[in-house]
């Protein structure tokens, strides 16, 4: 096979599994395969941010192309053409593309700028504490008080739409209330990705470390982001250690705890992990409606306690989407001039309704699982650490996450543990499940007997 066969199977995994059609034509498509040995693959492309980019977001995936293409691990080698062996019309079109990429992101840069202000709006007033997230409020607090000092980094992780901006936000407003002088950054970690490539293809480093490396307190929103992102996260870990150095607040929120960010580098796992890491779980029904009292206050609109009832009973999945309802029922009520009524509701949200679903408490959870391994709910809630009863203890506190979105907190009230005993049981089964155990079919069985009537 030579090496125009390979660059175009390679070319053909690369198609089906990049991200961006966009990337794709103007970065990858105009590259050409000129070498290749037993240790290296090399491509040449038209212009220096072609290697750049495909340095810093594609290098993975093309050598994981030419592997499948070669059966060979081979080390991707990037060159730039001189101006006079790239074709003419092809570098044309491609500086064409180019100009008119960077002329549309500059504009899209322009319009988004203020979106990384502090929005004055989230605060720790109107952030409605429930037993899913009164530790990470309590600690945000502490770190707004006393920014470099206690819990640092602050690691926040839960699913989207559970209140961590919301959380970030009020850290960077009460830090700038009580300390004035203080410099606080927000940022997202696509922001932090997309501003260290621009810096790197202007030539603007030094610009990129003293907004990144100079403030008081830095907030960094969705950090996996940064995930498989070799270049980013070397530039990462150095802004990291001299803002942690010099006693300088961290606070990063993420969809999954940092052991689980498996493309992220060791170092930065560790840094993410040596300071206080906490969990936003989906809110109770009774935050839930706390919740939706908040914004209907915030709308000015009266809203019968039924409605709010039955919406929270019915809307679980986070509070995004819980807002969300809420303000769609309001406007399509005002707009037809229709009462907010409960049966107002079941029609405009449809298919939810309360006789649909079966009641999953961690009582009903813990009886199942105990009939289950034919164990007592006493030996559930007990001491005993044998290994056919403390498993079925961690299998029930699984399910307790799992099914109702509990944070550890509120798991250990439930079976009288703390919430450090209730983290490393459900890791245990987490990692069993990771690793094929029988433990999967074991929990399958006791979900469905716990969703049946």
């Known amino acids: 096979m030579d090496i125009k066969e390979i660059w175009d199977k390679a070319l053909v995994y690369i198609q089906k599994n990049i991200n961006s059609k966009v990337s794709y034509n103007i970065h990858i498509e105009p590259a050409r395969a000129v070498y290749a040995d037993d240790d290296f693959f090399e491509i040449t492309v038209p212009f220096t941010i072609n290697r750049n980019i495909i340095d810093f977001r594609y290098r993975n995936l093309i050598e994981t192309a030419v592997e499948m293409a070669t059966g060979k691990k081979l080390s991707l080698k ?68 006393s920014p470099g000092h206690i819990y640092n980094p602050l690691f926040i992780y839960g699913n989207s739409g559970l209140g961590k901006t919301h959380l970030m936000y009020a850290i960077g407003n009460k830090t700038k209330e009580l300390h004035p002088e203080m410099n606080v950054l927000y940022i997202t970690g696509e922001k932090f990705t997309s501003d260290f490539i621009k810096s790197v293809r202007e030539s603007k480093m030094q610009e990129f470390t003293e907004k990144y490396r100079t403030p008081d307190v830095l907030l960094v929103d969705d950090v996996q982001f940064i995930e498989s992102k070799e270049a980013t996260q070397e530039e990462f870990f150095h802004t990291f250690n001299e803002l942690f150095t010099n006693n300088r607040q961290i606070v990063l929120t993420s969809d999954r705890k940092p052991s689980d960010l498996t493309t992220l580098t060791d170092r930065l796992r560790t840094r993410f992990s040596q300071g206080l890491i906490i969990d936003i779980s989906i809110p109770t029904y009774e935050t839930r409606v706390a919740i939706l009292q908040n914004k209907a206050l915030e709308y000015g609109v009266k809203v019968n306690d039924d409605v709010l009832d039955y919406i929270a009973d019915n809307v679980r999945s986070n509070i995004r989407e819980l807002e969300g309802v809420l303000k769609s029922v309001i406007s399509k009520s005002q707009f037809k001039e229709i009462p907010l009524t409960v049966d107002f509701v079941k029609e405009t949200i449809g298919k939810i309704t309360v006789t649909d679903k079966v009641k999953v408490t961690p009582k009903k959870i813990i009886e199942k699982t105990a009939f289950y391994y034919n164990i007592t709910v006493d030996d559930i809630m007990g001491k005993i650490k044998t290994k056919d009863i403390a498993v079925p203890r961690q299998v029930a506190m699984y399910l307790c996450r799992r099914l109702l979105g509990m944070s550890d907190t509120a798991i250990g009230r439930e079976f009288g543990k703390d919430r450090s005993t209730v983290s490393s049981n459900i890791d245990r089964i987490e990692l069993a499940l990771k690793n094929g155990s029988s433990v999967e079919s074991e929990i399958n069985y006791i979900m469905k007997d716990i969703s049946s009537r």
């Not at 989230?122 to 504490?129: C, E, I, M, W």
């Open 78 to 145: 990037i060159s730039v053409m001189e101006e006079e062996t790239a074709v003419p019309e092809e570098i044309k079109e491609i500086q064409q593309l180019t100009k008119e990429a960077n002329k549309i992101a500059d504009e899209y840069r322009r319009q988004i700028k203020e979106l990384y202000v502090l929005s004055p709006k989230y605060t720790f007033d109107n952030f409605v504490v429930g037993s899913s997230n009164e530790f990470a409020s309590a600690a945000a607090k502490t770190v707004s008080e």
